[in-house]
């Protein structure tokens, strides 16, 4: 791979990776968002706390690619498309509390 082809990959993938955690940020902020305007944040710790809870659904919204490269994946975690969110958004149960990542 030449130089230039290197920088261009390397920039299409941060261009990428980008644009999918402002995806996810505005589907926190406007599908799920609390009443009060914003969505509430979970760290890592609370999150790995909480796995295997029943009410809680963790979502993948990496891209194909990402997604299918990544090394680690968190078990149990339902891949969703960011530029789908209109036709998956309604299939969870709104009890139930969504945590969306992606990365």
């Known amino acids: 791979m030449s130089i230039v082809k290197g920088i261009q ?9 980008f644009a999918a955690l402002i995806v996810a ?9 609390a009443d009060s305007g ?5 760290s890592t710790d ?3 706390s909480r796995l295997g ?4 659904v ?3 919204s990496r891209s194909n690619r990402d ?5 680690e994946k968190i078990v149990g ?16 149960d709104k009890e139930k509390t969504l945590v969306i990542y992606c990365a």
């Open 25 to 33: 940020t505005l589907l926190v902020s406007t599908a799920f968002a």
């Open 67 to 71: 997604w299918e490269s990544a090394a």
């Open 77 to 92: 975690a339902v891949r969703v498309n960011p530029a789908e969110v209109e036709q998956w958004s309604g299939n969870f």
């Open 53 to 56: 809870e029943p009410g809680l």
């Open 38 to 42: 914003s969505a509430p944040r979970m």
């Open 46 to 48: 609370e999150l790995k």
């Open 9 to 17: 990959y390397m920039h299409n993938r941060r261009v990428g990776f």
């Open 58 to 60: 963790v979502l993948d």
